[in-house]
């Protein structure tokens, strides 16, 4: 997704401004520079302390918590090694926990870093390609925003869409969010995917059932954007050979976040924990590795 949003970025940003990129495929900067540099500056550096050098405002989204803490607390080569920048604005766009996301943004403050905000995003590759994404934001809605408050809503307004913005509360709870709907569209993905077996299995032509559920109370996000079925819905990852998909073992991460926050807050996560057991059955299944969106080889095997 990082990719589709830098992509945005540079098309929306002005273009005399410089765009800072960097990833650890340097491949897919170089890509990116040969693609995208007609509408502005791109300059590839090798660190976020790089980036936090050259730009006041960061945007990161990282697989996990440890790359967080890298990538802003690391002492050579994070955000903090770079100087002192108190109207720096930080967006986090990674799924990661409550209580990570707290520490760093407790350090940066400590620091004179600038503005840490945690702004997960949802809507996938297709709702960053397009520029549509939704931001879940742990900072509260000011009745009268300020140039920090500005700063950010034309930052997210480059990626995705305003009527989208959700505005949270406190450091930390456009997480919370997040992980409660990961945790549920987890849980229906999985579902969707045995009902689909079992009818098609039942005999049922997979587009009437499609249209069945569709227009019935089975419907859901999940079930029209990635159903898993092959040939069932063209834009869905299944019937593009899984290209714009999700990992399986990127799911068991989404859904022990999920298990992990019903733990702390004393909630009883029984369809979670079953769902997360068989995401890490299908991340480990052989057809699954290096395979986006593969979970449904797992729950679709057989004549389907």
Same mark, same amino acid.
């Given at each position: ?24 495929? @340097? ?14 500056? /791109?300059? /590839? ?15 990161? &989204? $990282? =697989?996990?918590? %440890? ?23 930080? &967006?986090?766009?990674?799924? &990661?926990?409550?209580?990570? +996301? ?9 620091? !004179? ?6 702004? =997960?995003?949802? !809507? ?10 939704? *931001?879940? &934001? !742990?900072?509260? @809605? %000011?009745? %009268? ?19 989208? *913005?959700?505005y949270c509360g406190a450091v930390g709870a456009g997480l919370a969010a997040k992980i409660c709907n990961n945790y549920l569209s987890g849980v229906i993905l999985l579902a969707s995917a045995e009902a689909m077996n079992i009818g098609i299995r039942s005999g049922i032509d997979r587009q009437l059932l499609y249209q069945v559920v569709h227009n019935s109370t089975g419907q859901s996000f999940m079930f029209d954007n990635v159903n898993p079925a092959p040939g069932t819905v063209a834009h869905a990852p299944s019937s593009r050979n899984y290209e714009g998909g999700f990992k399986a073992q ?8 999920? $298990? %992990?926050?019903?733990? @702390? +807050?004393?909630?009883?996560?029984? +369809? ?16 699954? /590795? ?8 797992? *729950? ?5």
């Amino acid at each position: 997704m990082g990719y589709e949003m830098a992509m945005n970025v540079r098309k929306k940003m002005p273009p005399q401004s410089t765009l800072f990129i960097n990833d650890v495929n @340097k491949s897919v900067c170089e890509k990116f520079v040969t693609c995208y540099s007609s509408y502005g500056p /791109i300059v /590839i550096v090798s660190s976020a302390r790089e980036v936090a050098e050259g730009a006041a405002t960061l945007v990161s &989204i $990282v =697989p996990a918590a %440890q790359h967080v803490k890298q990538v802003y607390l690391d002492k050579e080569t994070g955000v903090l090694a770079a100087p002192k920048n108190s109207t720096r604005l930080m &967006i986090e766009c990674s799924t &990661i926990d409550v209580d990570s +996301t707290r520490d760093v943004s407790r350090a940066l403050i400590e620091a !004179g870093a600038g503005a840490y905000v945690d702004t =997960p995003v949802s !809507g996938g590759v297709p709702g960053a390609t397009a520029g549509t994404l939704s *931001f879940l &934001i !742990g900072r509260a @809605k %000011q009745e %009268q925003p300020g140039p920090l408050d500005t700063r950010l809503f034309d930052l997210m307004a480059m990626m995705g869409s305003p009527e989208k *913005f959700f505005y949270c509360g406190a450091v930390g709870a456009g997480l919370a969010a997040k992980i409660c709907n990961n945790y549920l569209s987890g849980v229906i993905l999985l579902a969707s995917a045995e009902a689909m077996n079992i009818g098609i299995r039942s005999g049922i032509d997979r587009q009437l059932l499609y249209q069945v559920v569709h227009n019935s109370t089975g419907q859901s996000f999940m079930f029209d954007n990635v159903n898993p079925a092959p040939g069932t819905v063209a834009h869905a990852p299944s019937s593009r050979n899984y290209e714009g998909g999700f990992k399986a073992q990127m799911m068991v991460k989404d859904m022990s976040l999920g $298990v %992990q926050a019903g733990e @702390k +807050t004393g909630v009883r996560t029984t +369809t979670g924990s079953a769902a997360l057991e068989l995401y890490k059955e299908a991340s480990t299944d052989p057809r699954c /590795i290096d395979r986006d969106a593969s979970v449904v080889y797992r *729950f679709l095997d057989g004549p389907v």
